[in-house]
């Protein structure tokens, strides 16, 4: 990356590089930078809003056409993203699956973005960086940086050129503030024309964008008055679904309803801030003053007819009490002793867990029903990738891990993944039987709950996941369902694996649930030694709730040569893997020497 390092100090930035919590390396400013800070020592910035953002985009892909474009095969999905600051909703977007077109005008901001691009290369083909301020037309503005947050620039356009004695006036209105401030020339453009460029350099981008984020400090309304043939979905691209920053007080500028206006006007309804499909009214006063409470804040348009509207529920009827009739007198007597009434309790869900929804009970009804008949209970998690897991509610620790925490071996898996991007960079992509072939797989063994197996996937990566636990599978196929975004790259393979095909007991601690264990030996386990061994557990290792289970194990070799079988386009080169499987790893192993000696496959 010389040339972009290059160009950062050609601009006299002082860069760092952090690890978002997403798992994308992202260029940052050494000093001086709010969202830097944040992504330094948190890893995060905006990352509920991001999450809740592309549930709502992921919506739209569900019930939208994909669109038509000049030169198929088409993408799939763009995403908008304009403001793209440090650039977490793109990199978070690229992760996703998403192509984006993403919008910057700040010269440090879009030279840390170039950095890291390039420090992404799994992800930079999706990403499409424009460098550029959007506005109403082609204008003469000032860029306005305050030296205290270098990344966060605003802009004060008028049609003629900015002069030196103008400048200067300006700068004079901060200085007697006490803000220091750095004032630079620009011309902004059309976001119309800069779509409209962006889909003639790629002609197999859709005619549907799938979301838009827009956050450029107080200058949304005039770069949406410059966009009115993407607003109306007459020109290059249809806009279902917009999450953008409002600004209270801009400076100098109309008040946010001329914003709300100009977006109804054009076809969009406002959405809560969340976006979670609570309609407003549009005269709703005292809606408008609580969004706005705080000056700045996120909003959702979404365009009308483009995702059903939520049913109104009708209030629920009030009963009128029984007219009142004089009763005569009662003849006292001993008052009642009140019966409690027992109160149900509250339902409260752990800190990452979330409601599986109707429409994901009726899509996912099979997975469901197999956990039901294995009387598993469950429950879903919500991670801070955005990755929904089904999981167990009882006793089981990987679960208990993620419903408290929303991770599991986290720091292992992005430095694991790290690896195998680097391995990515040094080695051929291999070939495969039926071109074209996938870019790369990730063999995932002892895949649990499939925390490693849907990072890879967002990562880009197809999957081969080995799990040999019922319920554990069980809970894989429920999470699969529930991520339909992310399932084509992920296959999933029932089975235990061992050095050869053979007899096995699985050893279930009831006290975790999760995690099993085998003992294998070459012919089948009889009642009188289940009953020995089961002794054995109690005596020796003091584990007296131990559930065993006769099972059949497969070699490591023959399960991969079926799933190059079922899957021609996957690549004879495996681009990383992790196994875990409680100990049985050397005979798994022992199972597999043509993986090993990189023979056949």
Not at 86 to 107: D, K, M, N, Q, R
Not at 362 to 388: D, H, R
Not at 487 to 505: D, K, Q
Request: hydrophobic share 40%.
């Amino acid at each position: 990356c010389s040339a972009e390092i290059a160009a950062l100090d050609e601009l006299s930035i002082s860069f760092t590089v952090a690890k978002a919590a997403m798992g994308a390396s992202i260029a940052v400013m050494a000093s001086n930078d709010i969202v830097s800070q944040f992504l330094v020592t948190s890893g995060k910035w905006e990352q509920s809003e991001t999450v809740k953002a592309f549930q709502e985009y992921d919506v739209v892909m569900q019930q939208k056409a994909k669109g038509t474009c000049a030169q198929p095969p088409c993408v799939d999905k763009v995403f908008l993203d304009v403001g793209a600051n440090l650039g977490t909703w793109t990199f978070y977007a690229a992760l996703h699956g998403y192509h984006t077109v993403s919008v910057e005008g700040s010269p440090p901001n879009f030279a840390l973005l170039q950095l890291s691009k390039c420090l992404n290369p799994d992800l930079a083909p999706r990403i499409n960086f424009v460098d550029s301020f959007v506005n109403e037309g082609s204008e003469h503005c000032l860029v306005v940086c305050d030296l205290a947050n270098q990344g966060d620039v605003t802009l004060n356009c008028k049609a003629e050129e900015w002069t030196e004695p103008a400048m200067t006036a300006y700068k004079a209105e901060f200085t007697k503030h006490n803000r220091n401030v750095r004032l630079t020339r620009t011309m902004t453009r059309q976001l119309d024309t800069i779509i409209a460029q962006v889909l003639e350099e790629h002609p197999n981008f859709p005619n549907v964008f799938h979301g838009m984020k827009i956050d450029i400090e107080g200058s949304e309304l005039m770069a949406m008055r410059g966009a009115p043939k993407l607003l109306a979905g007459q020109g290059a691209a249809e806009l279902p679904i917009i999450f953008s920053e409002v600004w209270y007080h801009i400076r100098g500028g109309p008040q946010p309803d001329a914003y709300f206006q100009l977006m109804r006007a054009a076809g969009y309804e406002l959405r809560d801030p969340s976006c979670l499909w609570v309609w407003f009214a549009e005269q709703d006063a005292a809606t408008l003053a609580r969004i706005m409470k705080n000056g700045i804040e996120n909003v959702c348009f979404v365009k009308k007819g483009s995702i059903p509207a939520p049913v109104p529920q009708p209030p629920p009827e009030v009963a009128l009490p029984p007219p009142v009739v004089p009763a005569p007198v009662p003849v006292p007597e001993p008052a009642p002793v009140p019966v409690p009434v027992p109160v149900p309790a509250p339902v409260v869900l752990a800190k990452h867990e979330r409601h599986i929804t109707d429409a994901e009970r009726q899509t996912c009804s099979a997975e469901i029903a197999a956990l039901v008949g294995l009387n598993i209970e469950y429950a879903i998690v919500k991670t801070p990738l955005g990755i929904s897991l089904a999981v167990m509610r009882g006793n089981d620790i990987v679960s208990k891990a993620l419903l408290e925490y929303g991770q599991w071996e986290h720091p292992d898996t992005v430095q694991a993944f790290e690896a195998y991007n680097r391995a990515v960079e040094h080695r051929e992509k291999g070939t495969c039987a039926q071109p074209p072939c996938v870019d790369k797989v990730f063999l995932d063994i002892g895949t649990n709950l499939g925390t490693w197996s849907f990072y890879a996937a967002l990562q880009g990566m197809h999957t081969v996941s080995v799990e040999g636990s019922p319920p554990n599978f069980a809970l894989l196929q429920l999470s699969k369902c529930l991520n339909p975004l992310l399932a084509p790259r992920i296959n999933l393979i029932h089975a235990f694996v061992s050095e050869g095909s053979e007899h096995c007991l699985i050893m279930c601690d009831l006290s975790n649930q999760g995690d099993i264990m085998l003992n294998c030996q070459d012919h089948e386990w009889t009642e009188p030694e289940m009953v020995v061994h089961r002794e054995m557990l109690r005596v020796k290792e003091g584990r007296r709730n131990v559930l065993l289970k006769p099972t059949v194990t497969r070699r490591l070799d023959d399960v991969i040569a079926e799933a190059l079988a079922a899957h021609p386009n996957f690549p004879n080169v495996f681009r990383g893997m992790k196994i875990d499987i409680e100990g049985s790893e050397l005979m798994a192993m022992r199972g597999a020497p043509k993986l090993l000696a990189g023979q056949e496959f």
